[in-house]
């Protein structure tokens, strides 16, 4: 345990090194330009949809090997340019001074610099450019987005963040859970007794969780991802799956949109193609299988346009094309009807934590 | 059954215009007082450019009772410096409708003097008050008429005369007449100030009804060259004008009364003698070639009357048939009726003839019209099917009609003369268009001269852009023999012209701050209606308008896009000073620099990036 500490410790001081080098290395290329005459230049992955594939070893999709030129020498991109040799400075800043902000602080703090972005969306997106450009998440270099998630149970971290250093909290001390935000993102993660992570879509089945104990009756980390799971969350449960070893397993509504946030826990989305160690690989979705709607008998509602569209639009996603995945898509299209995870309830409050969680569980195990 | 009784009577030109006063431009108080002011205005200019004067003109309107609503009386009065009508003309001149000296064949920018009798007129009609004529033609004495406008008889009654001492020549007439100042006071102005623009080597002072000074100042010193009178084009002439112009190359027979006897006598030195018949014609004979017409013809006649002078004052000659050769005269002392047999094998019958059928086809046409030599006279003359010996006095009506249709339709004329046409000149309308517009960028080009229908005709256009010009899309000027047109705009041939042009092709775009002004000269305008007002699209013209028009197009395009080159620099200059600085203070941060980097340099590379042109 102790041994495994220290290399936690050392690996997330490494990658802040590293990450100030990059951004230290990038300032005295365009530092040299300036001095010598020369117009500097950035070269960004490019983003377009031509350029994101699907990486089968990986198992999520990356950007493939284009990239466009942003040249302080074209008069066009001269602002965008200059917006991203800001950004740079600016994120340098908020490592340097351990402070963290948020997308839309980050489009009210270019005001102070004459950058002026023309809105919220420009600012995002330069932003989205220096992810690109050193392939770290914006939560690296200090910037996240306003919504929330929370974790619960037996897992101690220590604060790395100015004022809390060295302090450590044991994440089932309050039964509401913590919000997955800077100061937990960015602390190390110390110690636990849990087995297993569950991560589950709604916030008032993670309360009835806490309630019913789930963290001790299953020896869990409970995480809330409120809905499509935020970059900070993925990055979470990717942590607690690679550095503490826990196995991830997910439980969402059962339609399409609950299928595919397991999806992207488990291998990513497009929108963070040009991201890496965002995913889980090995998570496993335990549920709300179309398959399950029949077996259980759980009340259903039917199916809009839009759900069939996006089980149509999904099918044409090369992750989809086999096994479980496939499978239970083809059901939903044919059942036309969804069932939420609070359907459980018809049988009782308990049913879904005392028997449909732990048989879920033990038929996780053979997949 | 009733019977209406119908009575038919002449009516003299005064009674036809009051009764088609519209016609003229005079349909309402409005109009009317606009018309006024345009037809005082521009025969004091044409006047003042007919003697190479720098015309200096002053237009007054002012209210008889300023205090009453419109429409009301106004005096309208208008003054130049020209050179005046000489005082026994002054009378006919303004009292008399078709009175005027414009007849001949060159441009002006009124045609016979009608308006300005028009106006007279009018006012007369609307208020019963006379017209104030001061004329100074000699530089010394000053006339002044006051007088009223018989309609029936159309003649001029004099109620006042007198003479003054005058100091400089020029005109000043002023009339009363009633308008409506509210809603033509825009249209005058307009009119004054775009006058103006196409005239900018006169001086033009307007006083409004509120006593308001407008002053056009002028602009060039030089007098445009002044234009030619000048023969018709065989191409632009119909049935009617051939007729009167033949009917003005017959001579008629003299009249034998004392005067021409005793030219006769003085042309053959007999003041005193008195000789017998054949003494006469033996001396005629000798001073053939030194007598005149008349006097050929009266010499001609007495030798087939056989007559002295004594026997030709007792003579009257009724009538004169060369194809009957019969010669019918009236003797005073018989009281008697004679009929004489003509020998037309005598030289004298050949003089005759010639007075009575005119010229030749040939002399007709080498004199009297441009453009036709004597090898041209011979060519057409196969072409429509006549003897060039023919006499043009013995054509019939068929025959007439005849020769005007091959008049028109023979294509080796050469194009009509422009000697005729007093375009502006390039320069005058190029400092014109500077000192109205201030533009940012101007450019003129006056087309050679070209015909349509046997008019000859000239296209001045000139461009200007930006500077004082306000954003507010293609505004056109248009103007037709120095006169500006204000009304009917949406069916004129220069606007069609200019809303068929595809100007993003040129580099402007949106509601560009362009204007352009377009002047036609030529010695027929082809107006579209009788208002004068818009241009008929005639090919010829149209072709013309277009060329002038993309020539100009084009050098607006290279002043475009050098601007555009030289914005684009400024931009970038303005791109690079701003934002190279702030990347030069942030990777100083970023870099762990304490000192900024040289980054001047950069700047200045920056802006002198060459952009490709799209």
Known sequence: MKNRKSKITKTAETKKEKLLSFLKGQGLLIYNDLENGRFPQFSIPSRSVSNIVYDKKLRQYVLGNSSAVRSARNMSQLRSYTQLAWLAFFVNRLIREGKSSTLRDIYYSSQAFTIDFEDQPESDNIIVDLEALFSFPREDFHIFPEERSSVFGDLTIEYTVRGYEGRRVNLSDHPDGYLIGPSLSSAELVDTSAELVIAIEKGGLFTRFVEEKVHKKFKAIIVDTAGQAPRSTRALLRRLNTEMGLPVVILADGDVYGEHIAMVIKSGSANAAHLRELTVPDAKWLGVWATDIEKYKLPTIPMTESDIKRIYDLQKDPRYQEGNWKTQLEVFLKLKRKAELEAFSKYGLTNITDKYLPEKLEISKSL | ?614
């Open chain 2, 1 to 614: 059954m009733s019977l209406t009784k119908e009575t038919f009577s002449q009516i003299s030109p005064s009674e036809f215009f009051y009764r088609n006063r519209d016609l003229a431009g005079f349909s309402n108080p409005s109009r009317s007082l606009y018309t006024s002011v345009r037809e005082f205005v521009e025969n004091a200019l044409d006047a003042c450019d007919q003697k190479g004067i720098l015309p200096d003109v002053h237009l007054s309107i002012k209210a008889v009772e300023p205090e009453q609503p419109d429409p009301k009386a106004y005096i309208l009065t208008v003054k130049d410096n020209g050179p005046g009508i000489e005082s026994k003309h002054v009378p006919l001149a303004f009292g008399t409708v078709l009175y005027g000296s414009k007849f001949g064949l060159k441009q002006a920018r009124g045609m016979f003097g009608l308006g300005a009798t028009m106006a007279i007129l009018y006012g007369q009609i609307t208020t019963n008050k006379p017209v104030t004529v001061k004329s100074c033609s000699d530089g010394k004495t000053l006339e002044e008429y006051i007088l009223l406008l018989d309609i029936q008889k159309n003649k001029p009654i004099i109620l006042k005369h007198s003479t003054k001492e005058g100091s400089k020549t020029g005109l000043s007439a002023s009339i009363v007449l009633e308008g409506d100042y509210s809603k033509a006071g825009a249209k005058i102005r307009d009119y004054v100030s775009q006058t103006s623009l196409i005239t900018p080597y006169a001086s033009i002072t307007f006083e409004d009804p509120a006593g308001e000074k407008f002053h056009y100042p002028r602009i060039v010193k030089e007098m445009p060259s002044s234009p030619t009178i000048i023969k018709p084009h065989p191409h632009g002439i119909d049935v009617e004008t051939i007729r009167r112009m033949i009917a003005d190359t017959h001579y008629q027979i003299p009249n034998v009364d004392n005067k021409m006897i005793s030219k006769v006598r003085s042309e053959l030195g007999l003041v005193k003698k008195n000789l017998n018949p054949k003494e006469i014609l033996d001396r005629a004979q000798k001073r053939w070639s030194n007598l005149s017409r008349p006097v050929r013809t009266i010499i001609a006649i007495m030798s087939f009357l056989n007559l002295d002078f004594d026997g030709l004052s007792k003579t009257r000659i009724d009538d004169l048939d060369i194809a009957n050769k019969k010669l019918t005269y009236w003797d005073f002392g018989q009281s008697q009726s004679h009929v004489v047999e003509l020998d037309s094998e005598s030289s004298y019958f050949k003089q005759l003839a010639n007075t009575v059928l005119g010229e030749t086809l040939h002399t007709f046409l080498t004199k009297r019209f441009q453009r036709v030599g004597p090898t041209t006279a011979d060519k057409f003359a196969e072409f429509a099917g006549f003897k060039p010996e023919k006499r043009i006095g013995s054509m019939t009506n068929e025959e007439l009609v005849r020769l005007a249709d091959s008049l028109q339709k023979f294509e080796e004329f050469l194009s009509p003369d422009p000697s005729c046409l007093a375009p502006l000149g390039e320069e005058p309308l190029a400092k014109g268009i500077m000192k109205f517009f201030n533009p940012e960028f101007a450019s003129v080009i006056q087309r050679s001269a070209s015909a349509y229908s046997g008019f000859p005709f000239i296209v001045e256009m000139g461009i200007a852009y930006g500077g004082d010009i306000p954003l507010a899309g293609v505004k056109v000027y248009r103007f037709a023999n120095r006169i500006p047109l204000l009304y009917d705009e949406g069916s004129d041939v220069v606007l069609k012209i200019v809303n068929e042009m595809d100007w993003s092709r040129y580099k402007v775009k949106g509601d560009p701050p362009l204007v352009i002004v377009s002047h036609i000269c030529s010695t027929r305008i082809p107006y579209k209606t009788v208002g004068k007002e818009n241009v008929a699209d005639r090919p010829e013209i149209e072709r013309e308008l277009k060329n002038a028009l993309q020539y100009l197009a084009r050098k607006l395009a290279v002043h475009m896009s050098r601007q555009g080159m030289a914005d684009m620099a400024k931009k970038r200059a303005n791109l690079y000073s701003k934002y190279i600085p702030l990347i030069a203070q942030f990777v100083t941060e970023l870099s762990g620099n304490k000192k900024e980097p040289n980054y001047k340099q950069l700047i200045k590379k920056g802006s002198e990036i060459e952009e490709p042109q799209i």
